[in-house]
T-cell receptor
Framework: AQSVTQLGSHVSVSEGALVLLRCNYS??????LFWYVQYPNQGLQLLLK??????LVKGINGFEAEFKKSETSFHLTKPSAHMSDAAEYFC??????????FGKGTMLLVSP | SQTIHQWPATLVQPVGSPLSLECTVE??????LYWYRQAAGRGLQLLFY??????ISSEVPQNLSASRPQDRQFILSSKKLLLSDSGFYLC???????????FGPGTRLLVL
């Protein structure tokens, strides 16, 4: 069975600081990995995804993530946080035919 | 382009009352459709998914049911709501055979 662990239910950073949101996965098949962002009372928006090929994936809003098979990780980073980045972030892994298993989410708080 | 709609946006229902939430997708044909429930601190729980009209897979046994009467319409129902049914319900779609899912704006359900 596939699973996702997101370390830290809340992460706080200052505006301009590095953002690092951690995601580790377990998968019995070659993983397809995703990061989604959710703003309050809205649906989820795809930030980026890894399927095959280059292990460093760039997404929208300046975010990127690196697939590390040896560490079973897919951490999300952004060099410089903006206030508008404050939201909840979800990591997900392919878990079956067109289905995804999501982590419990990490709330990113950005202070001025 | 494709768009996904959910309604109502917010719903307050008494315990024991019926439920019907609707999701429709525009701009695509024969999509995979998904219903998720999101409870605070628990991430996203996949409830149902459908790969075609009349084809429903249930992921979690509960007092909810789903139906797909038309290609781009997905309905979540209950005959009698429980307090534990409160949450944020998200509908999503994907291209057939693809893992990337696109989410609707969600329905906030409060059962009192």
């Amino acid at each position: 069975a596939q699973s996702v662990t997101q370390l830290g239910s809340h992460v706080s950073v200052s505006e301009g600081a590095l953002v690092l949101l951690r995601c580790n996965y377990s998968s019995s098949v070659p993983p397809y990995l995703f990061w989604y962002v959710q703003y309050p009372n809205q649906g989820l928006q795809l930030l980026l995804k890894y399927t095959t090929g280059a292990t460093l994936v760039k997404g929208i809003n300046g975010f990127e993530a690196e697939f590390k098979k040896s560490e079973t990780s897919f951490h999300l980073t952004k060099p410089s946080a903006h206030m508008s980045d404050a939201a909840e972030y979800f990591c997900a892994v392919r878990s079956g035919y067109s289905t995804l298993t999501f982590g419990k989410g990490t709330m990113l708080l950005v202070s001025p | 382009s494709q768009t996904i709609h959910q309604w109502p946006a917010t719903l307050v229902q008494p315990v024991g009352s019926p439920l019907s939430l609707e999701c429709t997708v525009e701009g695509t044909s024969n999509p995979n459709l998904y219903w998720y429930r999101q409870a605070a601190g628990r991430g996203l729980q996949l409830l149902f998914y459908s790969v075609g009209i009349g084809q429903i897979s249930s992921e979690v046994p509960q007092n909810l049911s789903a139906s797909r009467p038309q290609d781009r319409q997905f309905i979540l129902s209950s005959k009698k709501l429980l307090l534990s049914d409160s949450g944020f319900y998200l509908c999503a779609w994907s291209w057939g055979g693809q893992e990337t899912q696109y989410f609707g704006p969600g329905t906030r359900l409060l059962v009192l």
